[in-house]
Every structure is written in structure tokens, then in C-alpha cells.
């Protein structure tokens, strides 16, 4: 007497991927960096960062104590936080967005 050979369950055709969370940069107020220097810091570190808005987000460091300067990846968030604080600028710890 032969046996059936033994079927394997089918696969679920779903697939749940889960992405990476986005990280945030945020950039502090503080009392010793100057808005030119701010400003010279986002459009040199912070990539595709415009001038115009390199000012609009210096004056809301400024003004409102805190800015987002830049979401993404954890990998590029910490490069760019990590040249941004050896610049000088004061700098929120790296948090998912």
C-alpha cells in the first residue's frame, strides 16, 4: 500500500512588509549660534537643501525654539546629525518620525 506524498500548505499570497521608520532632525535654539551660520550649516550638510528655505528654517529655530530640518532613513539621519552637531549647532537627539 503506497502512501500520497505529503503536500506542503501554500504560501500566503501576502506579504506584509514593514518599512524602516523615517528619523528626524531637529535643530535647537540656542544662544550662540548666528542665523548666518545656521543657515550655512543646513545648506551645506542638509542634501537639495535651497537657500530660501535654509532661512525659513533657521528664523523657526529661532522663533519657535526647534525646527525639523530633514526626515529619512535612520542610516542618513545620523550622518547628517552627526556633521550638523560637529558644526556647532545645537541638536535634538535622533528620533522617529
Known sequence: MA???TQAPERSSQVTRKLY???KIIVLNDDFNTFQHVHDC???Y???MTSDRAWELTNQVHYEGQA???IGPQEQ???Y???LSRAGL???PLEAA
Open 3 to 5: 502512501t500520497a506524498p
Open 21 to 23: 521608520p523615517n528619523y
Open 42 to 44: 543646513l545648506v551645506k
Open 46 to 48: 542638509i542634501p537639495e
Open 68 to 70: 525639523i530640518v530633514w
Open 77 to 79: 539621519a545620523e550622518l
Open 81 to 83: 546629525h552627526q556633521q
Open 90 to 92: 545645537t541638536m535634538a
